[in-house]
């Protein structure tokens, strides 16, 4: 996330714990785990199958491959030619995104589609270097985007040229989050391999220069504000609180008590990481402000934030240890739900699993994604976009610096206009609609608004409790997926016809 005063918490982190200064960029993830089992009761089954990719795509020094895994369903394909649904796998295990994108397990069928899952190297099981794939800035050297959508470009071809019945089936590229980021790009760089791709809040604009730094958190901040009163104003008074109470040892454990922190706070330290913690908890209940009963990182109630604003609704002011109370209180909705959290762990992050370590790099890279607060228009303590202490806590952690102005490079900025059929769909609930496409660019470059979704809640599994917004954009997703296809059928139709004569 960058923001100076947890960057300094990472820097004390990382010398003085050693632990993996994560912190400060723990915002900056897209996905948690867990999501909800089917509701619809269509039963997941894949095979799993593995691809030699070259590790470098772009030069010609390191030649050696490895194995990218991927995930086939071919259960509803009508060969030949039934269209490919392509999932471009972000950061993390691509059986968790496969499991979790139910909307491509409930429109095969109506298709005749093969899914394919494709991994994102340097996440699950698809590590360049086996072990040492994190083991240093030299191994990390070809974790990219532009490494990852070559990989999917190279196995489509492959796809194609050896199964049976595949050679003219139009691809569709879908994805969310960075994965949605991913399938827009590789639409827009592949236009070959795919007739057009579903982007699904996907924050291709979080970029240096493009949207304003503040918004992801005055989104997180509006959510607060809608659902419940006073809800985000209260928040905005316990970090003073805070301040407050730890000024003394005595308050300090206090604190620890009230929220039952497995490790005491010790000092002015440990506060500032308690506050990220919170402030980082308040961001996640934004992503995920499901309409139902969920179960992600820790299992969530129905419109979790309604239920953790219920505790934050003082309409004066009042002591700072009843305005903690409160917070403590809805910091349990979403680390206690279900009554199995003994303490509540501030240095835990969401799965500890390589996955997180890979976005650092990645948002240490080419991923540079600017975000502020003011404590005017958001319900946190004012933090400027520091590029510079950014920049030097990659140096520190990756040996690796950010480029700012790459992402626009490569992959054009607001200048988009001249590429087609792509949808993003964002959810005005999400934070990351903050840097998504939220109007439409040309008749194909669409924008799909649901105005009471959270993070690509389109493409989780349909659920009787689903705002009919969201009902509504995966009709018209599936709509523009007709159209794409149709396109496609009518070119190949005239190519073969033009072979013959
Ligand atoms: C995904 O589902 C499969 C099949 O049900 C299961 O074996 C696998 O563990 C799941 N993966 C994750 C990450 O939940
Ligand atoms: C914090 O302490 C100051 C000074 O005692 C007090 O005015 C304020 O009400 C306290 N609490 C908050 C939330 O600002
Ligand atoms: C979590 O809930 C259980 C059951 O209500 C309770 O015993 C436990 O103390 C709670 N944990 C924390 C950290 O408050
Ligand atoms: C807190 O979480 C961290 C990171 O997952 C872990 O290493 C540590 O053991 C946990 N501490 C406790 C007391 O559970
Ligand atoms: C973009 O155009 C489509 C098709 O006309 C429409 O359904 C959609 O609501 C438009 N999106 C926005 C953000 O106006």
Redesign the pocket.
């Known amino acids: 996330m960058g923001r100076a005063g947890t960057l300094r918490t990472t820097l004390v982190l990382l010398v003085c714990l050693g632990s993996s200064p994560v912190r400060a960029l723990k915002s900056q993830l897209f996905t948690r785990r867990g999501g909800s089992p089917s509701s619809s009761g269509i039963s997941i089954s894949y095979k799993t199958l593995y691809f030699d990719q070259k590790i470098d795509h772009f030069g010609f020094l390191e030649d050696g491959t490895f194995k990218q895994r991927y995930l086939v369903n071919d259960k509803h394909w009508q060969q030949p030619g039934g269209p490919i649904f392509f999932y471009t796998g972000n950061e993390g295990d691509i059986t968790w995104f496969c499991n979790n994108t139910g909307f491509m397990w409930e429109i095969a069928e109506e298709f005749g589609a093969m899914l394919v899952f494709a991994e994102h190297r340097y996440y699950g099981e698809s590590l360049p270097f086996g072990h040492d794939s994190y083991s240093d800035n030299k191994h990390l050297n070809y974790l990219t985007s532009e490494q990852a959508l070559a990989d999917f470009a190279v196995l489509i071809q492959n796809l194609k040229s050896t199964l049976p019945g595949a050679q003219n089936s139009p691809v569709i590229a879908i994805g969310g989050s960075y994965g949605g980021m991913l399938a827009a790009w590789f639409r827009m760089k592949y236009p070959h391999m795919v007739v057009g791709a579903l982007a699904s809040s996907a924050p291709i604009w979080q970029f240096p220069g493009m949207v304003p730094c503040g918004d992801f958190y005055k989104i997180v901040t509006q959510d607060f504000a809608r659902s419940g009163s006073n809800c985000d104003k209260n928040i905005g ?2 970090w ?2 805070i ?2 109470v730890s000024s003394t040892a005595s308050g300090l454990q206090w604190l620890s008590e009230e929220f039952g922190l497995c490790t005491p706070l010790k000092n002015r330290n440990d506060v500032a990481g308690f506050k990220s913690w919170l402030q980082e908890t308040w961001v996640n209940l934004a992503m995920v402000d499901y309409p139902y009963e969920a179960n992600f990182l820790q299992p969530l109630p129905a419109w979790p934030i309604q239920v953790v604003c219920k505790y934050l609704s003082f309409s004066h ?1 009042v002591p ?1 240890d009843h ?1 903690l109370h409160g917070v403590s209180q809805a910091t349990k909705v979403y680390y206690n739900y279900t009554g199995s959290s003994p303490c509540l762990n501030t240095s835990q992050t969401a799965t500890g699993s390589l996955g997180f370590i890979g976005w650092f790099y990645q948002a240490c890279t080419e991923m540079v994604m600017p975000m502020c607060t003011d404590g005017v228009r958001d319900m946190f303590e004012p933090e400027e976009w520091n590029f510079q202490a950014f920049s030097d806590e990659c140096n520190a952690m990756f040996g690796a610096r950010p480029r700012a102005e790459w992402a626009r490079a490569v992959y054009g900025g607001k200048d988009i206009a001249a590429h087609s059929n792509i949808i993003f769909s964002n959810g005005g609930l999400d934070p990351w609609s903050a840097g998504g496409v939220t109007h439409n660019i040309t008749e194909s470059l669409v924008s799909i608004l649901i105005p009471d979704g959270a993070h690509h809640l389109d493409l989780r599994y349909s659920n009787d409790r689903d705002p009919p917004s969201v009902r509504a954009a995966r009709a018209l997703e599936v709509n523009y997926f007709r159209k794409w296809i149709k396109q496609a059928r009518k070119h190949t139709h005239k190519a073969t016809v033009f072979k013959m004569h």
């Open positions: 008074m316990s003073k609180a301040e407050n002011s700072d305005l």
